[in-house]
C-alpha cells in the first residue's frame, strides 16, 4: 500500500471512531504540527453524516436561536463575511456559518474576496509606502482600526438607509 493509502487508512481508524471530536482533533493537530490534512476525515464524515452541522449546531443552541441567526444571516450574510474577513474577528466562524446557513456562494465569495482583499492590501500597501516603522504600529493598531473602520462604514450605511426612506416617504 502506497504512503497516502497508509495515511488514509491511519486517518480512518484513528479518528473516525470520535467523529465530530476526531475531525477537530485532526484539524488542530494539522494546523499547529501535523502535516496530514484533514479533509479525508471530513469527506468520510460528511459521507455518513451529510447533516451533521446541524446536530452539533443544535447542541450548542436552540432551535429558535439557531432560526434567528439563519434570519439574519440570510438578510445580512453577505455584510457579515465582509465584517469578519476585514476585522479581527475569527473569519472561520462566519466561512462555516454561511455553509450551514447557506448563504449564496456567489456573494460569499464577493464578499470573501473584497474584505480579505482589502484588508492585506492596505497592510501591504502601508507597509510599502512606510517601511519598517509602520509594521509595530499595524501590530498594536490594526485590530482596532479595523473595528473602526467597520463602525463608521455601518454608520454610514445607517445613515444612508434612513435618508432613503425619508425621501420614499416624502414622495409619497
Do not use: C, H
Not at 493537530?29 to 468520510?44: G, Q, R
Not at 446541524?54 to 445580512?76: A, D, P, Q, S
Not at 457579515?80 to 472561520?92: C, D, E, H, L, Q
Not at 447557506?102 to 492596505?122: D, E, M, P, Q
Amino acid at each position: 500500500m502506497s504512503i497516502v493509502g497508509n495515511t488514509v487508512l491511519w486517518t480512518q481508524q484513528i479518528f473516525t471512531p470520535l467523529g465530530s471530536l476526531g475531525l477537530f482533533i485532526l484539524a488542530f493537530i494539522e494546523s499547529s504540527f501535523f502535516p496530514v490534512p484533514p479533509d479525508i476525515l471530513l469527506i468520510i464524515l460528511a459521507l455518513a453524516e451529510p447533516y451533521g452541522q446541524k446536530t452539533l449546531l443544535r447542541k450548542l443552541m436552540n432551535g429558535r436561536k439557531i432560526r434567528k441567526v439563519k434570519r439574519l444571516f440570510n438578510k445580512y450574510g453577505g455584510w457579515a463575511v465582509f465584517v469578519a474577513g476585514f476585522t479581527p474577528i475569527p473569519y472561520k466562524v462566519f466561512t462555516i456559518s454561511s455553509g450551514i446557513f447557506k448563504i449564496n456562494l456567489r456573494t460569499f465569495i464577493i464578499a470573501s474576496i473584497f474584505s480579505r482583499g482589502l484588508r492585506f492590501f492596505i497592510v501591504a500597501f502601508l507597509i510599502m509606502t512606510f517601511g519598517k516603522m509602520i509594521i509595530e504600529f499595524i501590530d498594536g493598531y490594526f485590530n482596532l482600526l479595523s473595528v473602526f473602520f467597520v463602525v463608521v462604514l455601518m454608520v454610514v450605511y445607517f445613515i444612508y438607509r434612513r435618508v432613503k426612506k425619508r425621501n420614499l416617504l416624502t414622495r409619497i
